[in-house]
């Protein structure tokens, strides 16, 4: 897509926002319909004036608005309070259009407080919303300087972006501490590594992240939690933490293969199914195969996994150990002893197979954070890392608005089974 049409179709939503609240109407305005007029944009730049033009109007008009609301009154009518307009300021504003210069009302007491454009910010919140959606994506301050002043032709100082940043850590915080609902039909888990600086050393720091399906079939992220090497002990941490904030139950859990993780989580959700994930288990297996064995040993191995019923997989388990024991016996040991967890997702129907047996979605999370803030090769604070991981959360997890597939009939088996727990 060239410049000119991503300008114009960012200008294009913003013109549509702005008339939908604030319905801002002038001759140019209505003549929109008009294909004469449109043809009078020859190039971005036309198209830029012109919304930067709105833009700066429609910022005046709900400042008047807001001054109205202050006194109580329309203008040039009589404050009830004594208080009234007292002319305008000029004050220059750094948007999503460029700089512009526009007129603040004012009253006579100087009590009128803007929302829209605070005393002592020159920010507007699009903007605002740019450089917070940047430093989501990875890209450090000094990086957003140089793209705003690329974009819009002014310099917002890393002191200011910084300031805009850091205003996150109160979200972050707050959404930490949310109240959770009190039951999820599967929880995901998992740990993601990030270098971290401490005590002027770089040291491996785990993010654990959990993200649950709820009654209406949605995805939710649970929380993120900061500690040191994944460790089973931590977990209870978190599951602890999930449990004070409202959780009460958990069907099924899926995690990776973590030693005494099982043990954990039903510590604290004594009902809870725990299903290992499978790909961590393949994965675990084929570590030391040799490479002309992969192909043949990764075949067989699939014929546990992929079986019908549970029985058929214990079979295909036994002919496994027979074949390969001698040569990869540490592969059937680590079968053999994660059995119970790793073959759950055979008492359920397909549907749920499908979204139990694996951690996947939990890891293509984990692999979009990692897309985000890969930019980062360490981080200098335990919050730095938090406030990065948690924008990277919010940009990854936008489009998570709708159930999941086929989520009638699944739900329809997770009453079945969970008919006593499950009350929707």
């Given at each position: 897509?060239?410049?000119?049409?991503?300008?114009?179709?960012?200008?294009?939503i913003?013109?549509?926002?702005?008339?939908?609240?604030?319905?801002?109407?002038?001759?140019?305005?209505?003549?929109?319909?008009?294909?004469?007029?449109?043809?009078?944009?020859?190039?971005?730049?036309?198209?830029?004036?012109f919304?930067?033009?709105?833009?700066?109007?429609?910022?005046?008009?709900?400042?008047?608005?807001?001054?109205?609301?202050?006194?109580?009154?329309?203008?040039?009518?009589?404050?009830?309070?004594?208080?009234?307009?007292?002319?305008?300021?000029?004050?220059?504003?750094?948007?999503?259009?460029?700089?512009?210069?526009?007129?603040?009302?004012?009253?006579?007491?100087?009590?009128?407080?803007?929302?829209?454009?605070?005393?002592?910010?020159?920010?507007?919140?699009?903007?605002?919303?740019?450089?917070?959606?940047?430093?989501?994506?990875?890209?450090?301050?000094?990086?957003?300087?140089?793209?705003?002043k690329?974009?819009?032709?002014?310099?917002?100082?890393?002191?200011?972006?910084?300031?805009i940043?850091?205003?996150?850590?109160?979200?972050?915080?707050?959404?930490?501490?949310?109240?959770?609902?009190?039951?999820?039909?599967?929880?995901?888990?998992?740990?993601?590594v990030?270098?971290?600086?401490?005590?002027?050393?770089?040291?491996n720091?785990?993010?654990?992240?959990?993200?649950?399906l709820?009654?209406?079939?949605?995805?939710?992220?649970?929380?993120?939690?900061?500690?040191?090497?994944?460790?089973?002990?931590?977990?209870?941490s978190?599951?602890?933490?999930?449990?004070?904030?409202?959780?009460?139950?958990?069907?099924?859990?899926?995690?990776?293969?973590l030693?005494?993780?099982?043990n954990?989580?039903?510590?604290?959700?004594?009902?809870?199914?725990?299903?290992?994930?499978?790909?961590?288990?393949?994965?675990?297996?084929?570590?030391?195969?040799?490479?002309?064995?992969?192909?043949?040993?990764?075949?067989?191995?699939?014929?546990?996994y992929?079986?019908?019923?549970?029985?058929?997989?214990?079979?295909?388990?036994?002919?496994?150990?027979?074949?390969?024991n001698?040569?990869?016996?540490?592969?059937?040991?680590?079968?053999?002893?994660?059995?119970?967890?790793l073959?759950?997702?055979?008492?359920?129907?397909?549907?749920?197979?499908k979204?139990i047996?694996?951690?996947?979605?939990?890891?293509?999370?984990?692999?979009?954070?990692?897309?985000?803030?890969?930019?980062?090769?360490?981080?200098?604070?335990?919050?730095?890392?938090?406030?990065?991981?948690?924008?990277?959360?919010r940009?990854?997890?936008?489009?998570?608005?709708?159930?999941?597939?086929?989520?009638?009939?699944?739900?329809?088996?997770?009453?079945?089974?969970?008919?006593?727990?499950?009350?929707?």
């Amino acid at each position: 897509m060239s410049s000119f049409k991503k300008l114009k179709k960012i200008t294009e939503i913003t013109f549509l926002i702005t008339f939908k609240h604030y319905t801002v109407m002038t001759k140019k305005e209505e003549l929109l319909n008009d294909k004469e007029f449109l043809k009078s944009f020859k190039n971005g730049a036309d198209l830029t004036s012109f919304f930067k033009d709105l833009h700066k109007r429609a910022v005046e008009h709900m400042l008047e608005a807001e001054l109205d609301a202050h006194l109580d009154n329309e203008k040039h009518d009589k404050s009830l309070n004594g208080n009234y307009r007292n002319g305008h300021t000029e004050k220059k504003i750094k948007t999503s259009f460029g700089e512009d210069l526009i007129k603040v009302p004012r009253d006579r007491e100087s009590s009128f407080e803007p929302a829209l454009v605070p005393k002592r910010h020159n920010i507007i919140e699009g903007l605002e919303n740019i450089i917070i959606s940047f430093y989501a994506k990875g890209m450090s301050v000094s990086d957003i300087e140089e793209q705003i002043k690329e974009l819009y032709d002014f310099d917002v100082s890393t002191s200011t972006i910084s300031r805009i940043t850091d205003a996150v850590t109160n979200q972050a915080i707050n959404w930490q501490n949310r109240p959770l609902e009190d039951l999820y039909l599967i929880v995901w888990m998992d740990g993601i590594v990030f270098k971290v600086r401490e005590n002027s050393k770089v040291v491996n720091k785990t993010i654990y992240l959990a993200v649950g399906l709820n009654r209406e079939g949605k995805k939710e992220v649970l929380g993120m939690w900061l500690g040191k090497n994944e460790s089973s002990a931590f977990w209870m941490s978190v599951l602890t933490d999930m449990k004070a904030r409202g959780v009460e139950d958990i069907l099924i859990t899926a995690t990776d293969n973590l030693n005494g993780f099982t043990n954990t989580i039903r510590s604290v959700f004594p009902e809870s199914q725990t299903q290992i994930c499978v790909v961590h288990q393949i994965r675990n297996s084929c570590k030391y195969v040799v490479w002309k064995d992969r192909k043949e040993f990764t075949a067989d191995m699939k014929l546990i996994y992929a079986a019908p019923t549970k029985q058929a997989a214990e079979l295909a388990l036994d002919e496994f150990e027979q074949k390969w024991n001698s040569k990869y016996g540490y592969a059937i040991k680590s079968w053999r002893e994660n059995w119970d967890e790793l073959t759950v997702f055979f008492d359920f129907p397909l549907e749920i197979r499908k979204i139990i047996y694996t951690t996947n979605l939990i890891e293509n999370l984990n692999g979009k954070i990692r897309k985000y803030t890969k930019n980062k090769m360490s981080f200098p604070t335990d919050e730095a890392v938090l406030k990065s991981v948690y924008l990277a959360i919010r940009e990854a997890t936008k489009k998570w608005t709708m159930p999941i597939r086929n989520w009638g009939v699944i739900l329809n088996q997770f009453s079945l089974i969970f008919e006593q727990r499950l009350r929707l």
